[in-house]
């Protein structure tokens, strides 16, 4: 998926914008390669969303795509299989297989349900017929218990829906090359896509939560930003990160997905403490970080013993914010805090095992909640 955006409202958005416009995905690779399977990024006529490794075989894939966009017909979708050392002179020296994709403006009933899914987090497989003649029905959503779209042939899509439900069982982000049962030539791309796992609250407008929100918009997470001061929020933020004005903070994080990373970087003490009281009285999430200091941390663990809290769970939260990721950055600016605070949050979600949950909706708007 393109990183800190949603890959196919950004394909139906330069579909509508252009009228055409390419989805690359890496449906294969063997051996050291930019980037994993299952990663896609969107070629415009005039700009690209996300990206699969950059360098020269990104820069090939946005050429071959660009070409295919000035064709008309459009053709079919079809495999590129690039060995990165022989053909691109790129040291990693794998070998990735891409798959292109051209949608063009028209009914895509497909197209509206994996937007659907992106918002609503719900786990899909993408199944995009390869080779096997030039009917232009190619795709499909599978879901659990929905299918959209066609492959052109109702054994192709039985076969497709057959394909695609036991990996969506998996929900894990894979990618698999099937034989079409049928005969016909054709190959299936099955692109299975889980539900955003990297939930992060940052509680605070100030100079470091405005860096942090920017320095998460490249990260693949979905952001609520939480701030009483609806008026010192930026115009704009990143395509991943929701703007929510509220005076009641503490109900987001009741409301927060299990296995959320919470960073409190409030311009306020005593909120500071309701927050993390708060945090510690449903303690299922996976990152608790609190700006401050040393001596600040001493006063918020005595405040929150008296309470009735544990040792044990006081443990768990980490103040200062981004001293524990290896990383010995002692700098106070804003953007080195922010830098080593998401460094910190990604060590601890590649240790920990991944948690499915419900994706909010990660695009760019403002949602005023009254008290």
Same mark, same amino acid.
């Given at each position: 998926?393109?990183?800190?955006? #949603?890959?196919?409202?950004?394909?139906?958005?330069?579909?509508?914008?252009?009228?055409?416009?390419?989805?690359?995905?890496?449906?294969?690779?063997?051996?050291?390669?930019?980037?994993?399977?299952?990663?896609?990024?969107?070629?415009?006529?005039?700009?690209?969303?996300?990206?699969?490794?950059?360098?020269?075989?990104?820069?090939?894939?946005?050429?071959?795509? %660009?070409?295919?966009?000035?064709?008309?017909?459009?053709?079919?979708?079809?495999?590129?299989?690039?060995?990165?050392?022989?053909?691109?002179?790129? +040291? +990693?020296?794998?070998?990735?297989?891409?798959?292109?994709?051209?949608?063009?403006?028209?009914?895509?009933?497909?197209?509206?349900? /994996?937007?659907?899914?992106?918002?609503?987090?719900?786990?899909?497989?993408?199944?995009?017929?390869?080779?096997?003649?030039?009917?232009? %029905?190619?795709?499909?959503?599978?879901?659990?218990?929905?299918?959209?779209?066609?492959?052109?042939?109702?054994?192709?899509?039985? /076969?497709?829906?057959?394909?695609?439900?036991?990996?969506?069982?998996?929900?894990? #982000?894979?990618?698999?090359?099937?034989?079409?049962?049928?005969?016909?030539?054709?190959?299936?791309?099955?692109?299975?896509?889980?539900? +955003?796992?990297?939930?992060?609250?940052?509680?605070?407008?100030?100079?470091?939560?405005?860096?942090?929100? #920017?320095?998460?918009? /490249?990260?693949?997470?979905?952001?609520?930003?939480?701030?009483?001061?609806?008026?010192?929020?930026?115009?704009?933020?990143?395509?991943?990160?929701?703007?929510?004005?509220?005076?009641?903070?503490?109900?987001?994080?009741?409301?927060?997905?299990?296995?959320?990373?919470?960073?409190?970087?409030?311009?306020?003490?005593?909120?500071?403490?309701?927050?993390?009281?708060?945090?510690?009285?449903?303690?299922?999430?996976?990152?608790?970080?609190?700006?401050?200091?040393?001596?600040?941390?001493? #006063?918020?663990?005595?405040?929150?013993?008296?309470?009735?809290?544990?040792?044990? %769970?006081?443990?768990?939260?980490? +103040?200062?914010?981004?001293?524990? /990721?290896?990383?010995?950055?002692?700098?106070?600016?804003?953007?080195?805090?922010?830098?080593?605070?998401?460094?910190?949050?990604?060590?601890?979600?590649?240790?920990?095992?991944?948690?499915?949950?419900?994706?909010?909706?990660?695009?760019?708007?403002? %949602?005023?909640?009254?008290?």
């Amino acid at each position: 998926m393109p990183d800190g955006m #949603q890959t196919f409202a950004a394909l139906a958005a330069r579909v509508a914008r252009d009228r055409r416009a390419v989805l690359v995905t890496v449906a294969h690779a063997t051996g050291s390669t930019p980037r994993e399977p299952g990663t896609a990024m969107v070629v415009g006529a005039h700009d690209i969303a996300g990206t699969i490794g950059g360098g020269h075989l990104e820069f090939e894939a946005i050429r071959l795509a %660009r070409d295919a966009l000035a064709h008309d017909p459009a053709p079919a979708p079809w495999l590129v299989r690039f060995p990165l050392a022989a053909r691109l002179g790129q +040291c +990693c020296g794998g070998v990735a297989t891409l798959a292109f994709a051209v949608v063009v403006d028209e009914v895509h009933a497909w197209l509206d349900t /994996a937007v659907a899914c992106e918002r609503t987090g719900t786990v899909m497989a993408i199944v995009t017929r390869i080779g096997g003649g030039d009917d232009r %029905r190619q795709h499909m959503v599978v879901t659990a218990d929905h299918a959209a779209g066609s492959l052109g042939d109702t054994a192709l899509d039985s /076969a497709a829906v057959g394909a695609a439900r036991p990996r969506i069982a998996g929900r894990r #982000q894979d990618t698999a090359l099937v034989a079409s049962p049928t005969g016909d030539g054709s190959t299936l791309l099955v692109h299975t896509i889980p539900p +955003c796992d990297f939930h992060v609250l940052v509680f605070g407008n100030g100079h470091v939560g405005r860096a942090l929100v #920017q320095v998460l918009g /490249a990260l693949p997470a979905a952001v609520r930003w939480i701030d009483a001061r609806d008026a010192d929020f930026p115009q704009t933020v990143p395509g991943n990160v929701e703007i929510v004005a509220t005076d009641l903070p503490e109900a987001e994080l009741n409301a927060a997905p299990h296995g959320a990373f919470v960073v409190v970087t409030t311009h306020n003490h005593a909120l500071d403490l309701d927050l993390v009281t708060a945090a510690f009285a449903r303690d299922d999430w996976r990152y608790l970080g609190l700006i401050g200091s040393a001596s600040k941390r001493n #006063q918020f663990e005595k405040r929150l013993l008296a309470r009735g809290f544990t040792p044990e %769970r006081f443990a768990r939260l980490v +103040c200062p914010i981004g001293r524990s /990721a290896g990383v010995a950055i002692r700098s106070k600016e804003p953007g080195a805090i922010a830098v080593a605070v998401a460094a910190e949050m990604l060590a601890l979600r590649e240790k920990t095992d991944i948690v499915p949950v419900a994706t909010l909706n990660p695009t760019a708007r403002r %949602r005023a909640i009254t008290s």
